[in-house]
Structure formats: structure tokens, C-alpha cells
């Protein structure tokens, strides 16, 4: 079992930056690879990034590539988001998902297990 708590969300301008970060509870963190989706209202949650178990495999949707940057740190059972040069279109509910002991990126929804409760991102033209 994994809990996920996110956290780091909230209103930027356009060009500005924030962190998100998710904070996970229970033994087989380590051993998951993690990934960050996102949802607006009336559209499907899509995936923004994930992150293999050992960090050496990562992925990012090509809306977010090259501004943004997954990262994890298994001794604080803790993965990233940093994101840069936010656009209004990147505004969003973000969440922190994990996959039940798998150790390798999924890019489905349906691939995770556990997620979080979401944060709320908002970015200001």
C-alpha cells in the first residue's frame, strides 16, 4: 500500500516557476516507478512525466519537454516536479501517481495504482 500527499501547487505568472513535490508512505516506494499527471476540467487526466524506480529511465509529454523536470529521492520516499517557463495552458489539477511495485515508466493511466489528491496549479497570462 502507498499514500501520496502533493504539495507545492498554487497561482504563478506566465514565464514564472514552481516545484511540486509528493510525498509517499509505505515500503515498496523504491522499488516504483512514479509518474506526474494532470487534469482540467471536462478533459481526460494525461500524463505529464514519469520516472523509472532508479531514475535512470524518464519521460515527459512533448508539451512539457524541456521545461519541466522529474526527479526522485528514494531515501526521503519523495518524487519531483519542477516546472519552468509555466504557460496559461499548463494550469491544471497535478497528480502524483505510483505503480504497484513496478519498476519501470508507464505513460496509461490505468498503469498506476495509487495516487494522490491532487494540486492545483494556475498559471496568469
Known amino acids: 500500500q502507498v499514500q501520496l500527499v502533493e504539495s507545492g501547487g498554487g497561482l504563478v505568472q506566465a514565464g514564472g516557476s514552481l516545484r511540486l513535490s509528493c510525498a509517499a508512505s509505505?515500503?515498496?516506494?523504491?522499488?516504483?516507478?512514479m509518474g506526474w499527471f494532470r487534469q482540467t476540467p471536462g478533459k481526460e487526466r494525461e500524463i505529464v512525466a514519469a520516472?523509472?524506480?532508479?531514475?535512470?529511465?524518464?519521460y515527459y509529454a512533448g508539451s512539457v519537454k524541456g521545461r519541466f523536470t522529474i526527479s526522485r529521492d528514494n531515501a526521503k520516499n519523495s518524487v519531483y516536479l519542477q516546472m519552468n517557463s509555466l504557460k496559461p495552458e499548463d494550469t491544471a489539477v497535478y497528480y502524483c501517481?505510483?505503480?504497484?511495485?513496478?519498476?519501470?515508466?508507464?505513460?496509461?493511466?490505468?498503469?498506476?495504482?495509487?495516487w494522490g489528491q491532487g494540486t492545483q496549479v494556475t498559471v496568469s497570462s
Open positions: 501517481a505510483a505503480r504497484a511495485g513496478d519498476l519501470w515508466v508507464g505513460v496509461y493511466e490505468y498503469e498506476y495504482l495509487y
Open positions: 509505505g515500503r515498496t516506494f523504491s522499488s516504483s516507478a
Open positions: 520516472i523509472s524506480w532508479n531514475s535512470g529511465s524518464r
